[in-house]
């Protein structure tokens, strides 16, 4: 089951969920609009390693946007910084992001119990689409969780993107051991 709206609103009431910055227009009937936040980043070289830490440039969107291009992997991050403490929350883009061919995550739409932070988007284009700072990117939708959390993502020793700031945070793929 997905919250409903009201659901929504109770949960924030409780405090169970958090966004800020919080907008009553963004809430829809079963989800929050969430929208791009000032930076992007791309990966410094062109290969990445799975096992080394691929270092990233972050550069602000400016007033009159920001051109996209297919072939470039950006990294995004949501205006919004969001907590979750009992519901699973999922990142999804948009029918207008779509209709762009904007895609906003790669693999990574689900959240866990505990997370708190910004959302890292993973941004890949079907063809060249001018993007603003601010602009509609996703919409967030909370599922409830059956039975007890033993440990929260926000209290797990080695979670490895708690807290994320407003800007994007690349892959910490390098920090697994394998």
């Not at 709206?5 to 958090?18: A, M, T, V, W």
């Not at 410094?44 to 009159?64: G, M, Q, S, T, V």
Request: glycine share 8%; proline share 5%.
């Amino acid at each position: 089951m997905i919250l409903s709206d009201k659901r929504i609103l109770e949960e924030i009431e409780k405090g169970s969920i958090r966004i800020e910055p919080y907008k009553r227009e963004c809430l829809g009937s079963n989800s929050y609009d969430v929208h791009l936040g000032r930076y992007l980043a791309t990966y410094r070289e062109h290969i990445l390693d799975a096992k080394k830490h691929n270092e990233i440039e972050y550069f602000e969107i400016p007033e009159e946007g920001f051109v996209l291009y297919p072939h470039v992997f950006y990294l995004g991050v949501t205006e919004e910084y969001t907590e979750t403490h009992a519901h699973v929350p999922f990142l999804e883009g948009k029918s207008s992001t779509g209709r762009l061919g904007i895609d906003i995550h790669a693999t990574a739409g689900k959240g866990d119990v505990g997370f708190c932070g910004n959302w890292t988007l993973e941004i890949s284009v079907k063809q060249p689409v001018k993007v603003y700072k601010g602009m509609p990117i996703g919409q967030l939708i909370y599922f409830p969780v059956e039975g007890e959390i033993a440990i929260k993502y926000n209290q797990k020793k080695d979670a490895k993107y708690s807290g994320q700031p407003d800007k994007p945070v690349e892959s910490m793929m390098w920090k697994n051991k394998f």
